[in-house]
C-alpha cells in the first residue's frame, strides 16, 4: 500500500537539532529507558501524533506572528492604501485575530490593520480590504 511521503528537504539545515529535540522528548515521555514493555507501537504513535499537532500549530502561529508583526518590513504595494495608494499609518486600534485552518492545523495570529487618513479607513495587509 503507497502512502503519502512529505517532502522533510526543507527540515534539512536544522536536522541535527530536531533529532537532539526527539531524543530529549522520547526521554521526557518515557524515561531514559523508553517505553515500558508491552506498551504498544499504536500508542506510541499516537503519542507522537498529538505532540507534532501542538508543534505544527504552534510554529504556524509564531511565525505567522512574527510576519505579521515586521510592520516595516511589508512590501511597498501593502505599505499603501489600495483605494488611493497613499501610504498608510499604524492603526491605534487592537490587531485583528486572524484564524486559518491548514493542512498541518489551525493557525491564528493577531494582524495589526493600517489606517488610510485620506480613505479613513483600516486595511488588512493580508487582504489588503477594509477592515472592521
Not at 67 to 83: I, K, S, Y
Request: glycine share 6%.
Amino acid at each position: 500500500m503507497a502512502r503519502y511521503q512529505i517532502d522533510t528537504a526543507a527540515a534539512d539545515p536544522i536536522r541535527s537539532y530536531l533529532e537532539g529535540v526527539a531524543k530529549s522528548l522520547v526521554e521526557r515521555l518515557y524515561g531514559p529507558k523508553g517505553p515500558a514493555w508491552g506498551t504498544k507501537l499504536s500508542a506510541i504513535e499516537e503519542t507522537v501524533k498529538a505532540i507534532r499537532q501542538v508543534l505544527s500549530e504552534e510554529m504556524l502561529d509564531q511565525a505567522l506572528q512574527r510576519q505579521a508583526d515586521a510592520v516595516a518590513e511589508r512590501p511597498a504595494e501593502l505599505r499603501c492604501c489600495p483605494l488611493c495608494n497613499q501610504e498608510v499609518d499604524p492603526d491605534p486600534k487592537p490587531a485583528a485575530v486572524r484564524i486559518h485552518q491548514t493542512d498541518v492545523g489551525q493557525a491564528e495570529w493577531r494582524e495589526p490593520a493600517t489606517y488610510c487618513h485620506k480613505c479613513r479607513r483600516s486595511f488588512f495587509p493580508s487582504d489588503q480590504g477594509a477592515g472592521d
